[in-house]
């Protein structure tokens, strides 16, 4: 095994190959953002990237649905590629010429740049095996439905696209990140996130009366406060468990105790084990809190998706990657990030990492992503094709 930390390479090793592509890339970028689709519903994406491949003399496999697979080289697969290719339900307010055409929908999550990032590595793959055949396959994962719970990557490992890969990399826009730098970590990046939903129910009446009552408003309060406090004294703080609260409502009078309210929010976890053992306590905490009100409790507890835990060795692999495309300052440590992220399944029996891309550019605006004003230094997509597409070449060396 190399030590991908210390080893020194050339630099801009795939630049030059990059170099003649990157307009037509970025214009598919463009017109990618331009045409968002919503989880499963990536038909036109699905069409495009198949097409494109196709005419670089590749042999796509399309997925049930959307979204595809694709392998680049010959002979054993040295490792996997993955990139999701869905948009978000929110109102494009960018201002861009190439702004969303389907109202409600953007790529405000960066995912046009993922998609356009795999697309291009695998164009680079076929121009180098096409001049100097490869002795490995990349294979590159075009994924559906990340931005859905608990995600579309289960749907592809179910088609086999995990078959006979010893490793797996994926990268994913921070506009947190100076454009010409990722952020790497090792072990966990970002978090498990489940969902809670909790109906409750029970006699009304008025507020003068209490005792006559299953006081609801006031049992919804309690598991408000009550259920993240014990939560966190049954599981080990340093798993970073968390509940938080989005939704309470009940009542429409000051002076009228309801019959019915409803509360929802996630629970978020940075331990894959903590995640799996405080899942199973929280249903019985919340019941636990709202007997003693006799009121009835509906609860629907959606397990989402497992932290990402980035592999040391994977992690290694994309920082050396990374210092020879682009420097040795290219690499900063990202923090951990509360979000959940569903290449986490890919990454439950396969070792592998993500890198945060880099897209700010460098004294301009602060954005999150998730905002319908998001706009991102596009440079940044050349960047992730040299550096992926580096790390790709270097495993298969490694066979």
Not at 67 to 87: E, F, H, K, M
Not at 289 to 297: L, M, Q, R, S
Request: with cysteine; charged share 20%.
């Amino acid at each position: 095994m190399r030590n991908y930390s210390t080893e020194a390479e050339p630099t801009t090793l795939v630049g030059p190959w990059l170099e003649p592509l990157l307009p037509e890339l970025i214009a598919f970028r463009r017109d990618l953002h331009a045409h968002p689709e919503l989880s499963f519903k990536e038909f036109r994406t699905t069409d495009k990237l198949a097409k494109r491949l196709e005419a670089a003399g590749l042999k796509p496999r399309r997925l049930e649905g959307t979204g595809l697979t694709v392998d680049v080289g010959q002979g054993p697969i040295a490792t996997a590629l993955r990139g999701d290719i869905d948009a978000l339900p929110i109102i494009e307010e960018t201002g861009l010429e190439f702004a969303s055409k389907n109202h409600g929908v953007t790529h405000a999550c960066g995912h046009d740049v993922h998609t356009t990032t795999m697309l291009g590595i695998a164009l680079v793959l076929q121009s180098m095996h096409e001049q100097s055949p490869l002795r490995g396959t990349v294979r590159i994962i075009f994924q559906p439905a990340e931005e859905t719970m608990p995600g579309g990557a289960t749907s592809c490992i179910e088609q086999g696209v995990l078959d006979g890969v010893p490793r797996i990399l994926a990268l994913h826009c921070d506009p947190r990140i100076e454009v010409g730098k990722i952020g790497t970590r090792i072990g966990a990046i970002t978090s498990a996130s489940d969902t809670i939903k909790i109906e409750l129910s029970g006699r009304g009446g008025h507020t003068s009366r209490p005792h006559l009552t299953e006081e609801l408003v006031f049992a919804l309060a309690q598991i408000a406060v009550n259920v993240p406090a014990v939560l966190s004294r049954r599981v080990d703080v340093r798993s970073g468990v968390s509940v938080v609260w989005g939704q309470i409502s009940a009542g429409s009078a000051p002076n009228a105790i309801p019959g019915s309210g409803y509360m929802a929010g996630t629970m978020r976890c940075l331990d894959r084990d903590a995640w799996h053992d405080a899942g199973e306590l929280l249903d019985d905490i919340i019941r636990q809190v709202a007997e003693p009100y006799g009121v009835d409790v509906h609860l629907e507890h959606t397990r989402g998706v497992p932290p990402v835990v980035n592999s040391e060795h994977e992690t290694a692999l994309i920082e050396a990657a990374a210092r020879a495309e682009i420097g040795e300052g290219a690499v900063v440590l990202t923090p951990q990030s509360m979000g959940g992220e569903d290449f986490a399944w890919f990454l439950a029996d396969t070792p592998g990492a993500m890198m945060r891309l880099g897209t700010k550019t460098p004294g301009g605006e602060e954005y999150d992503l998730h905002r319908g004003d998001y706009i991102l230094d596009e440079r940044a997509l050349g960047l992730g094709i040299q550096v992926l597409t580096a790390a790709a070449l270097r495993t298969i060396r490694d066979l």
